[in-house]
């Protein structure tokens, strides 16, 4: 920092501290100000996209019995899926079959579509 033969300067540092936090002070309610603009910028837009929204209707709402009926027509494929990737481990480990390949590929269908399903489980279901 600002030595001279080892001599330190607090009062130099003191300078440079009170400098900042003025530039802070300074700057701050600025932002702040500028922020608020935004807001109330951002609550005008929303009420456009709420009138909008009102004015639209749409025909067929997505009902709870249509999700479950979606997340069932997942879930059948998955567990097949899982049964088949179990049946292949279980030729390929104890009864020595080539199966290698088709296990690798139905334990990457049966990952894939686990996730699909999680993913829409929780998007639709998660608060309730």
Not at 11 to 38: E, G, K, Y
Not at 59 to 84: A, C
Request: charged fraction near 10%; aromatic fraction near 10%; hydrophobic fraction near 55%.
């Amino acid at each position: 920092m600002a030595s001279v033969r080892g001599i330190f300067y607090p009062n130099l540092i003191a300078c440079w501290l009170i400098t900042a936090m003025l530039f802070l002070f300074c700057v701050i309610p600025t932002v702040r100000a500028d922020d608020n603009v935004q807001q109330g910028d951002s609550t005008r837009v929303m009420e456009a996209f709420e009138q909008q929204a009102s004015q639209i209707k749409i025909d067929r709402p997505s009902t709870i019995q249509k999700k479950h009926l979606t997340m069932f027509l997942l879930g059948v494929p998955l567990l097949i899926l899982l049964l088949i990737t179990g049946a292949l481990g279980i030729a390929m480990g104890i009864y020595g079959k080539q199966v290698f390949v088709l296990h690798m590929i139905s334990a990457g269908l049966t990952v894939t579509l686990a996730f699909v399903h999680a993913i829409v489980g929780v998007i639709w279901f998660y608060p309730f």
